[in-house]
């Protein structure tokens, strides 16, 4: 898809909370993905000639955020991790990920045990246990809302164990009943301001429009991936050796020969949640996920700003050996944006199967 819209690319010292403004950006791409960090790549001059872009303020390893603004809405945030310098060409890539890569590098460094309380309060609590331990842990920018989703769980967590944050908040959304999250960038007065939202059911939304190929979108490629089956699935709770808690599902297929998932849950001690984990192990695994990647048609409908990450919609394409004809949600958006601010816009999209439910109106 080519498709033009005004976009800034702004900056941001972490610690202090200094908006340093806006960057020169030649070309630069964007990949939101439900329930991960996501990516964004920017190329800016090597040398760019400009008093606020300079070697004090580009700075990697976390120190410095990024955002991306879209027609007045941010599209994405996180922070400059990596970058490239390409000497011949005179440019320097930064690499970024979304915020969540920072949780995954902090660890739960305390013990605590929540009995019957509300999931979403739990990966609250997780992800501010990260900006209350330890000097240079307070992210001013971010905040982390109010939602409930009415589910309530058991979970501990151990200080010897020293798990990571953004590991233990994406394994509680993965359970069954879970819960999507995001990191949504808005203004805040002069501020910039990040909350981290709850989004309850998992099953996204049902949009009313369709996507077909040949019409509004080139459904170009679609990946079918047969690892991902699974006959049984065993999850291990804690405990060690003859104490530790564990439980499995599945049955032998007429189709798959056995096929086995091991997963690893410490924080969870109750046999119930780890048969359910199980379970759904061995739900989603019982066919191969077929994943299309949607390229969608410039001035068409629907577009960028007609549906969110997770929605659920029609998608009617592909042929031969693999179909694609039925409701999917879309689990990736990815954004390229060249030198002249044209844009390419793909989806990537997985069957509403793999979620389980239905769509929310």
């Not at 400059?80 to 660890?107: I, K, N, P, V």
């Not at 999250?181 to 910039?192: H, K, P």
């Not at 549906?307 to 050996?321: C, N, V, W």
Request: net charge negative; proline share 3%; glycine share 10%.
């Amino acid at each position: 898809m080519t498709k033009t819209a005004s976009y800034r690319v702004l900056f941001q010292d972490v610690l202090s909370g200094i908006i340093h403004g806006e960057l020169p950006a030649e070309k630069f791409s964007y990949v939101n993905t439900l329930n991960a960090p996501g990516s964004a790549s920017i190329t800016i001059a090597l040398n760019p000639g400009i008093v606020r872009v300079n070697r004090q303020t580009i700075v990697t390893g976390g120190a410095t955020a990024v955002y991306i603004e879209r027609n007045g809405r941010f599209v994405w945030s996180g922070l400059m991790w990596d970058a490239q310098a390409d000497f011949a060409a005179g440019t320097m890539e930064l690499q970024c990920e979304g915020w969540l890569s920072y949780y995954r590098l902090r660890h739960y460094h305390a013990t605590t045990a929540f009995t019957q309380v509300d999931q979403a309060d739990i990966a609250r609590s997780l992800l501010q246990h990260a900006g209350q331990y330890g000097d240079g842990s307070r992210l001013g920018m971010i905040t982390y809302g109010l939602e409930k989703t009415g589910v309530k769980r058991d979970r501990t967590y151990k200080e010897a164990e020293h798990k990571s944050i953004g590991e233990a908040v994406e394994q509680l959304a993965a359970v069954i009943n879970g819960f999507d999250f995001s990191f949504d960038t808005e203004w805040s007065d002069a501020d910039l301001r990040t909350a981290f939202r709850i989004h309850f059911p998992t099953v996204g939304r049902a949009r009313a429009v369709t996507l077909e190929q040949g019409r509004n979108c080139d459904i170009v490629a679609a990946s079918v991936g047969g690892k991902s089956v699974v006959t049984h699935a065993f999850a291990l709770g804690s405990g060690d050796g003859a104490d530790q808690v564990w439980a499995s599902a599945g049955s032998p297929s007429k189709i798959f020969p056995r096929l086995e998932a091991v997963e690893s849950f410490s924080d969870i001690k109750e046999y119930s949640t780890l048969k359910a984990k199980a379970e759904e192990r061995a739900r989603i695994g019982a066919f191969p996920v077929v994943l299309p990647s949607i390229a969608l048609y410039p001035d068409s409908s629907p577009g960028l700003d007609d549906f969110d990450l997770g929605d659920a919609m029609t998608i009617r394409g592909g042929y031969g050996l693999v179909p694609i004809d039925g409701m999917w949600r879309i689990t990736e958006l990815s954004v390229s944006v060249d030198e002249s601010g044209t844009e390419q816009i793909t989806l990537t999209a997985a069957s509403r199967e793999v979620f389980g439910g239905e769509p929310t109106g």
